[in-house]
């Protein structure tokens, strides 16, 4: 989360108010006991972006990557009623926009998380399907 933060602090300091400071993966708990992160899959198919009635998510042909364009979203949250993995949310502070992971693009480098990552535990890798 620091790493969508404008100025540096800790958790503690962290407004969550401001969608810039939600977190765009979460980590779940297997029945196992183990631990699996879930991040947005920018799928090849994304159910998300057939149901955006409005636009607001489009998957871009060339690099696969899923955008979100709030300037465009109703707010009717049907992306994240028909996300097979339960990655999409509504923000917490105004419930209005949805919170997906988009790989920093605006930033123009690698994205926050990985740059973030304490243990290098995150990071972007390209394969063939």
């Given at each position: 989360?620091?790493?969508?933060?404008?100025?540096?602090?800790?958790?503690?300091?962290?407004?969550?108010?401001?969608?810039?400071?939600?977190?765009?993966?979460?980590?779940?708990?297997?029945?196992d006991?183990?631990?699996?992160?879930?991040?947005?899959?920018?799928?090849?198919?994304?159910?998300?972006?057939?149901?955006?009635?409005?636009?607001?998510?489009?998957?871009?042909?060339?690099?696969?990557?899923?955008?979100?364009d709030?300037?465009?979203?109703?707010?009717?949250?049907?992306?994240?009623?028909?996300?097979?993995?339960?990655?999409?949310?509504?923000?917490?502070?105004?419930?209005?926009?949805?919170?997906?992971?988009?790989?920093?693009?605006?930033?123009?480098a690698?994205?926050?998380?990985?740059?973030?990552?304490?243990?290098?535990?995150i990071?972007?890798?390209?394969?063939?399907?």
């Amino acid at each position: 989360m620091q790493a969508h933060r404008e100025t540096p602090g800790t958790v503690y300091d962290l407004d969550l108010t401001d969608i810039r400071n939600e977190s765009r993966n979460h980590i779940e708990k297997l029945p196992d006991g183990t631990y699996r992160p879930i991040f947005c899959r920018h799928c090849d198919q994304p159910e998300c972006v057939m149901s955006c009635m409005s636009g607001a998510l489009t998957k871009d042909p060339k690099t696969g990557i899923v955008s979100y364009d709030e300037t465009k979203c109703g707010s009717c949250f049907m992306c994240v009623m028909n996300c097979p993995f339960g990655v999409l949310k509504a923000d917490t502070a105004t419930r209005t926009k949805v919170v997906k992971c988009d790989f920093c693009l605006q930033d123009g480098a690698e994205p926050n998380c990985v740059k973030a990552c304490p243990k290098q535990a995150i990071y972007v890798e390209e394969v063939s399907l």
